[in-house]
């Protein structure tokens, strides 16, 4: 059987990986503007929010990229069966373990919970490099903590038994 007589999928997986991120990015960004959020502005007339705002716009934008991607069917062929031969059980261990690891980012904070969203991630997808996943799961949570929080002085979560 030839290439061009194999039946294509009507649509690439990234059009539904993108619209799902677009609408969850979509939903955070008019989240935003709720009035739950009472904040005083930065510097007389940038909110708290605009850093979040900002953030959200361009995921929104490389999620929109990615659904015209997937409506013009680029990328690999084999991409359309990558998610599945993962397996639906790992996938649904990897959302368990996302899930777990924001509890633990909302109770102890960036640089635990971020550091242990990472391990945990990484294991359950089967990466089993522990003498590399380690010390990048360490240094990443570090230097976005360092980059945000020291020198951009954007508020992270410290978690809740810290603070």
């Known amino acids: 059987m030839r290439d061009d007589d194999a039946p294509k999928a009507p649509v690439h997986p990234d059009f539904h990986y993108g619209f799902a991120?677009?609408?969850v990015g979509g939903w955070m960004f008019l989240h935003t503007f709720s009035d739950r959020y009472d904040f005083d502005l930065l510097f007389g007339d940038?909110?708290?929010?605009?850093f979040p705002r900002v953030v959200l716009t361009l995921w929104m934008a490389?999620?929109?990229?990615?659904?015209?991607n997937g409506l013009r069917g680029r990328g690999d062929r084999d991409d359309r069966e990558r998610v599945l031969s993962v397996g639906i059980p790992r996938l649904v261990l990897v959302?368990?373990?996302?899930?777990?690891?924001?509890?633990?980012?909302?109770?102890?904070?960036?640089l635990i919970g971020g550091t242990a969203l990472m391990i945990a991630v990484g294991?359950?997808?089967g990466y089993r490099r522990l003498i590399l996943l380690v010390p990048v799961s360490l240094a990443v949570p570090t230097a976005i903590w360092f980059?945000?929080?020291?020198?951009?002085?954007?508020s992270l979560p410290a978690g809740?038994?810290?603070g």
Do not use: C, Q
């Open 21 to 23: 991120l677009f609408a």
């Open 46 to 50: 940038v909110s708290t929010v605009f």
């Open 62 to 68: 490389l999620s929109a990229i990615l659904i015209v």
């Open 95 to 110: 959302f368990a373990v996302t899930v777990a690891a924001a509890v633990v980012l909302w109770l102890a904070g960036l």
């Open 123 to 125: 294991l359950a997808l």
């Open 147 to 154: 980059a945000l929080g020291h020198v951009a002085r954007i």
């Open 160 to 162: 809740v038994l810290w």
